[in-house]
């Protein structure tokens, strides 16, 4: 989903619904529906983005609650909003964003799965998370329970700054320095349709979507 908003900047957001669940697809579209009725194309605080994404939570859960065949959906939802100057941002799940300024990529979210908690927990080498069991296991989504915790930032912005929205499709097979390595050489779609070309050229078992966000242009992959 991406929103131009009113006095300039953007709204983007990824929702990649939980795997192996008949109501993935379901859940990640109510996400994002939510989020975009909820907050139009205004600019909002971060609380009003985390309200946000916790109304998108209730509205999935409700409608797992509704028919037993969407009983438990859930998805993760990343959402940003760029305004001149700041970057806010809401998160949950294992999609994830980026900032990359000159020539240096940084991570800026966390991913809530079993294997990435125990690395950050010191109980696992990143080498042994990449290849943990239970790496694509999800500690928290949007969507199953009544409740969800959000993880909120808000930096600096700068116009030369580049935003990546992916889903774990993507940075599951590339590393972030292939990543990084992609955006010093290429921009705009160019940029985008690399990534996706070089995830499918991996097997690209998973959906794969990604968004770039730079110099006040959207260019989308998937
Ligand atoms: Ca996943
Ligand atoms: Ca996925």
Not at 24 to 39: E, F, P
Not at 57 to 64: C, I, L, P, R
Not at 74 to 91: K, N, R, Y
Not at 143 to 149: E, I, K, L, M
């Amino acid at each position: 989903m991406t929103v131009q908003l009113v006095g300039g900047g953007w709204l983007v957001a990824v929702a990649d619904g939980m795997g192996g669940h008949p109501g993935g697809a379901d859940a990640s579209r109510v996400a994002l529906d939510v989020i975009h009725a909820t907050l139009h194309t205004q600019p909002h605080p971060v609380a009003e983005l985390e309200r946000a994404v916790k109304a998108a939570n209730q509205a999935v859960f409700q409608g797992g609650r509704k028919n037993q065949r969407l009983m438990g959906m859930g998805t993760t939802l990343t959402l940003c909003q760029i305004t001149p100057g700041e970057m806010l941002m809401a998160h949950v799940g294992d999609s994830r964003a980026y900032r990359f300024r000159a020539g240096s990529l940084e991570r800026l979210t966390h991913d809530h799965s079993v294997a990435a908690e125990l690395q950050e927990a010191g109980q696992l080498t990143l080498e042994e998370a990449e290849l943990h069991p239970q790496r694509h296991v999800l500690t928290r989504v949007v969507g199953p329970s009544y409740n969800v915790r959000v993880d909120l930032l808000g930096i600096a912005w700068h116009p030369a700054d580049r935003l990546l929205l992916c889903t774990d499709g993507l940075s599951g097979l590339l590393s972030d320095e292939e990543v990084a390595a992609t955006l010093q050489e290429h921009r705009g779609q160019d940029a985008t349709d690399q990534l996706v070309e070089a995830a499918l050229a991996r097997g690209g078992y998973d959906n794969i979507t990604v968004v770039l966000v730079e110099e006040d242009e959207i260019r989308h992959g998937w």
